[in-house]
């Protein structure tokens, strides 16, 4: 099946190198992925899929039936926007569109989904299960994996595969990380009310910037005395506004955040830990807070059984010098976590690394991608499905 897997892959190369310059070319905001969309559609629908736009309002739905020896239900996500980034890297495919880039490598998803539905398409016949394509949008502001989910995506579904591009391995590998990927990630908003004053007199007022700077202090280090430091955790207070003059006491200040942790349990306790915290500093001195903990996303933990799946696929497919173990998982976010609440699941990361010059960081306005891996995503992907049937079929469950 590899082999036949390849020989595919290989014949649609060309036309995948153009998809994704399309799709680089033309990027779209979170939520806005109309074009995209409609695009996605045309190209599924000619491998014969049966197709549905307008799931999670701007995403798109393909499925592909089997040849039903198998009952399992395999989806693949794949995400679409682009960011409000003005392209710098003057390639001759770079976004026409002002300010907005595929800065993601989410145009690179989005063909490594296509091409994966053409490879599984054309060997249908052969394929036990059925395998549905999530493209979804508005990956990038926390929200898309939820559109799709409530509009009946993951209804059915078994098991689910994803990827994301990573500029630091380089093209033609792939990572695979066993446990958690990515952070589970929170917002926090912090109020707090004092009294205003003059500047000269403070025994008379109560200094809410001055409050603020002990909660602030007062969360960092509550962090590395309260919690265990083998779980991480990072709280990050990225926004402060407060007081009018120099010499005016302020009576309010307001700061807004970002919470990462790694462990269920961990994040579980949060919202507790933080309101006890700030509302014992605030107590302290006398002024009154508000606090409002936001739950965003939980954290990816993929699932070792399909990890092992997708590990095997590409060892197979690329050589075991090309199959790299994630040591380490990172504390950005995710929204692939969504439908891990569904369905277990597993993300790997492609090396898209250049053979040559420099490697910009994701979200960069230089960001590239050695074109090649887009195979190297299409190949892992589709024999990590034939896989993920084959073993689920011999396995009891
Ligand atoms: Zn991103
Ligand atoms: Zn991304």
Partial sequence: MLEKIKQIAAEIAPRLIEIRRHLHAHPELSGQEYQTAAYVAGVLSSC??????????TGVVGELKGNGTSDLFLAIRTDMDALPIQEA???EFASKIPGVMHACGHDVH????????MVLSRLQDQLPGRVRFLFQPAEEIAQGALWMVADGAMEGIDAIFGLHVFPTLPAGTVGVRYGALTAAMDDLEIIIQGEAGHGARPHQAIDAIWIAAQVITGLQQAISRTHNPL????????QISGG???NIIAEQVKMVGTV?????????NLPDWTRRIVEGICQTYGAR??????????????????TKIVER?????????NVILINEPSLGAEDFAVYLDYARGTMFRLGIGLKEGKNYPLHHPRFQVDESSILTGVITMAYSAFLYFEQSASTPT
């Fill in 260 to 268: 990462r942790s790694l462990h269920p349990e961990v994040r579980e």
């Fill in 110 to 117: 989005t063909t490594v989904g296509l091409g994966t539905a």
């Fill in 89 to 91: 890297t003057g390639l």
């Fill in 244 to 246: 009018h003059a120099p």
């Fill in 48 to 57: 014969g899929l049966t197709v549905k736009e307008g799931v999670g309002k």
């Fill in 231 to 238: 779980h991480p955790l990072v709280l990050t207070l990225g």
């Fill in 313 to 321: 696929a590409a060892i197979e497919a690329l050589g075991e010098q």
């Fill in 289 to 306: 807070c508000e606090i409002k903990y936001n739950r965003r996303l939980p954290s990816v933990q993929n699932d070792w059984r399909l």
